[in-house]
């Protein structure tokens, strides 16, 4: 990947990133803007997102839709039974999602430690 194709998610500020990937390989719940964003609610996204956030909004939305297992997000049900699912499971069960683990590398490379992590657990 050249460095032009990294530039909507490193939009992406460092504390969203890691609420994806603790969110995703974890089931920690995001904080309430990213709550918003997984769950397809705009008007909550809006009046919870700081202004860097709000700013990152097409970059989180860019990432999910190209990274993100279908499953964990779109819906307030998909968010909760992805959550419950992940914390009950182990990493290395997201090993089946390989556009996943490439979208964690592109937040590996962008310097994210958490990302490198969990990469390292999933295997």
């Keep these: 990947m050249t460095d032009t194709a990294l ?9 969203l990133r890691y609420g994806l990937v603790h969110y995703f390989v974890w ?3 995001p904080g309430s803007f990213l709550c918003s964003v997984l769950e397809n609610d705009l008007m909550g996204a809006l009046s ?5 956030s709000l700013q990152a909004l097409r970059g989180i ?12 997000y779109g819906s307030p049900t998909n968010v909760n039974a992805w959550a419950d699912a992940r914390r009950q499971g182990e990493p290395s069960e ?5 556009t996943f683990k490439r979208g964690l590398a ?3 490379r962008l310097g994210d430690k958490v990302a490198t992590e969990a990469l390292s657990e999933i295997g």
């Design 27 to 29: 089931g920690f719940p």
């Design 94 to 98: 997201l090993s089946r999602y390989s």
């Design 48 to 52: 919870t997102g700081s202004e860097e």
């Design 106 to 108: 592109v937040f590996a």
């Design 61 to 72: 939305g860019v990432w999910l839709y190209q990274f993100a297992p279908r499953d964990g």
């Design 7 to 15: 530039d909507p998610y490193d939009q992406i500020p460092e504390r």
